[in-house]
């Protein structure tokens, strides 16, 4: 069962950047399908980016053109780049690791099987 470890949150201002980083006890190349997902104070878990095997990505309209999606095979590695970052990012960020790929992975949503880090929180002041 694979174990997965988010690291890099922490503070900083609007219009900064911090790179999300997610060890995973066990290869990542072949899996169906990696996610970041993000929860706010209050707020129901939202998926904002997704990665398939074959390398596609999605994002939520909230982070297009701003996050970007990316695996490192070679260390196991799932990361997120976060640019501009407004205060609305702010949230505990987990990382996911899912066994459907195609459109259950590009939807961004929560499926079976799915398997979460423990989280990791990112707070963007004003």
């Known amino acids: 069962q694979v174990r997965l470890v988010e690291s890099g949150g922490g503070s900083v201002q609007a219009g900064g950047s911090l790179r999300l980083s997610c060890a995973a006890s066990e290869a990542i190349d072949r899996r169906a399908c990696m996610k970041w997902f993000r929860q706010a104070p209050g707020k129901e878990r939202e998926g904002i980016a997704t990665i398939d095997r074959d390398g596609s990505t999605s994002y939520a309209a909230s982070v297009e053109g701003r996050f970007t999606i990316s695996k490192d095979n070679a260390k196991n590695t799932l990361l997120l780049q976060m640019n501009s970052l407004k205060p609305e990012d702010t949230a505990t960020y987990y990382c996911?690791?899912?066994?459907?790929?195609?459109?259950?992975?590009?939807?961004?949503?929560?499926?079976?099987?799915?398997?979460w880090g423990q989280g990791t929180q990112v707070t963007v002041s004003s």
């Open positions: 996911v690791a899912g066994l459907f790929s195609g459109f259950l992975c590009r939807g961004r949503t929560q499926n079976s099987g799915d398997k």
